[in-house]
């Protein structure tokens, strides 16, 4: 699947001396398996680390150095490059280029470039603790920051002396996050509040046993981040995941159903968008034993009491129909069997205004897999069937109709 918000953005790549140079190659990589154009300027000081050949190789463009020996038919190649950014990634950033960005030097083609730019920068500093906590750096980092640089790390940990102390550059995944948010920033959930609950619960039998179900939570991940790339303030709301959470997500990892729910309702004033993704068992055992449940020899029978778990979307319809919050809900059918129908129902008992059927008896499909072939079942009858796709696919699908749902109501 193609990145919805990197495919075929350009970005400028400084890249500043410090060992941390190796992490600018990966850096590199990623932006451009994502579908970025990346052009890469470094300064001299990163030469002395890496040849501009390596970013030359990872970006399939010319990695830039110098000012004055360009050519090439790019008279002024500073201004052409800064005009031509959508976003600039300085990684890792020094302490002097730091310095020169806070104080609007353009003494080498990087920093004339960043000068002549008008699109977010993106920072990530990197270099020894001591002059990381110099005063003179922090004045500078804190004068980028409040021009509107989005500063990632520096992190704690080893340094290249050898010493341990904050001024390790972030990770690439941590920086290509931080410039996903960025760019999603002015999306069409700018300012929205989207909560995505996801994962199977766990209802415990005793101190070491649970109920649980097959979800992994893939399908509820995807659905946070294709959210956060809308632009939306995204909390997940789950119970364990066979899968990360994305980052940029607001976590809230919960056990039982009824914590789910507990969670839940606690935010639903402050909730535009509610999607239940999770897998949520409708029982539990009556009491969870507070010590390990042993056998007995003489028993060939167990039997469990299982009790009602709350039902969190129903919870949750009641409460909308007096506060008309959240704006909107959207649930998702498990189905072995007559799925539509069954779809239907489930969208109608519990008011929702989306439902996303989808079979999870078909191969390839359904629970832990990559990809989910579902049918959409919207509040005012109309019925979409999607082909088998990615669920990150689906996730954006589910989110372009959650974010028009919004719209609409807002309109109407
Ligand atoms: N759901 C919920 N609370 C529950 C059970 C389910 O909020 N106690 C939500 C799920 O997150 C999903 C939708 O309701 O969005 C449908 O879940 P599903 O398990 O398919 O259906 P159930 O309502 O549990 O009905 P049944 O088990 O009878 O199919």
Same mark, same amino acid.
């Given at each position: 699947?193609?990145?919805? %918000? ?9 890249? @500043? &001396?410090?060992?941390?140079? /190796? ?14 154009? =990346?052009? =890469? ?6 030469? $002395? +680390? =890496?040849?501009?050949?390596? +970013? ?21 190649p ?21 310095a020169?960005?806070?104080? *609007? ?59 341990v *102390? ?16 960025? #760019?999603?920033?002015? *999306? ?21 046993? /649970? ?8 399908? &509820?991940?995807? #659905? ?5 790339? #809308?632009?939306?303030?995204?909390t ?10 994305? /980052?940029?997500?607001?976590? =809230? ?7 789910m729910c ?15 993704a999770?897998?949520?068992?409708? !029982? ?10 042993? $056998?007995?020899?003489?028993?060939e029978?167990?039997? #469990? ?17 007096? @506060? ?6 959207? &649930? !998702?059918?498990?189905? @072995? ?9 489930? %969208?109608?008992? $519990? ?9 999870? @008896?078909?191969?390839?499909?359904? !629970? ?9 079942? !919207?509040?005012? &009858? ?8 990615d $669920? ?21």
């Amino acid at each position: 699947m193609n990145d919805p %918000l990197l495919s075929g953005k350009k970005i400028l790549l400084g890249v @500043t &001396g410090g060992i941390a140079v /190796y992490k600018a190659a990966d850096l590199c990589s990623k932006l451009v398996q994502a579908g970025a154009q =990346v052009d =890469v300027i470094l300064t001299e000081a990163a030469t $002395k +680390f =890496v040849s501009p050949i390596t +970013f030359s190789a990872l970006s399939g463009r010319p990695a830039r150095v110098d000012m004055w020996s360009e050519g090439s038919g790019q008279p002024i190649p500073h201004v052409q490059m800064a005009a031509a950014a959508d976003l600039v990634i300085v990684a890792p950033l020094s302490a002097n280029t730091q310095a020169k960005l806070a104080l *609007g030097l353009a003494d080498n083609l990087l920093t004339a470039t960043l000068l002549a730019t008008h699109v977010p920068w993106v920072l990530a500093p990197a270099m020894e603790s001591h002059m990381w906590a110099n005063p003179a750096t922090q004045a500078h980092a804190a004068t980028l920051r409040s021009r509107g640089a989005v500063q990632v790390g520096p992190a704690e940990g080893r340094l290249a002396s050898g010493a341990v *102390g904050v001024g390790r550059m972030a990770e690439p995944v941590e920086i290509l996050a931080a410039a996903r948010r960025v #760019l999603a920033r002015d *999306g069409p959930l700018a300012g929205r509040r989207v909560v995505v609950t996801a994962g199977g619960t766990q209802e415990p039998l005793d101190p070491v046993r /649970y109920i649980t179900n097959a979800s992994s939570g893939k399908m &509820g991940v995807a #659905l946070a981040a294709a959210a956060t790339d #809308l632009g939306a303030d995204v909390t997940l709301i789950h119970a364990p995941l066979a899968v990360a959470a994305p /980052y940029g997500v607001a976590c =809230v990892r919960v056990r039982t159903a009824q914590q789910m729910c507990d969670a839940v309702l606690e935010r639903l004033a402050q909730t535009d968008i509610l999607i239940g993704a999770a897998a949520v068992a409708d !029982f539990r055992p009556a009491a969870a034993a507070t010590q390990k449940i042993k $056998k007995v020899s003489s028993e060939e029978e167990l039997t #469990l009491r299982l009790v009602r778990n709350p039902d969190i979307l129903a919870e949750v319809a009641g409460r909308r129909a007096e @506060t008309g919050r959240p704006a909107v809900v959207i &649930g !998702f059918a498990a189905e @072995t069997q007559d799925l539509l129908a069954n779809a239907a129902a489930k %969208l109608t008992a $519990k008011r929702l205004d989306l439902i996303v059927a989808n079979d999870v @008896t078909e191969p390839g499909s359904g !629970f832990g897999a990559d990809d989910n072939r579902v049918t959409l079942l !919207f509040a005012d &009858g109309r019925q979409e069937a999607l082909p088998l796709m990615d $669920k990150r696919e689906v996730a954006w699908r589910v989110l372009q109709e959650a974010t028009a749902l919004l719209q609409h109501g807002r309109d109407a």
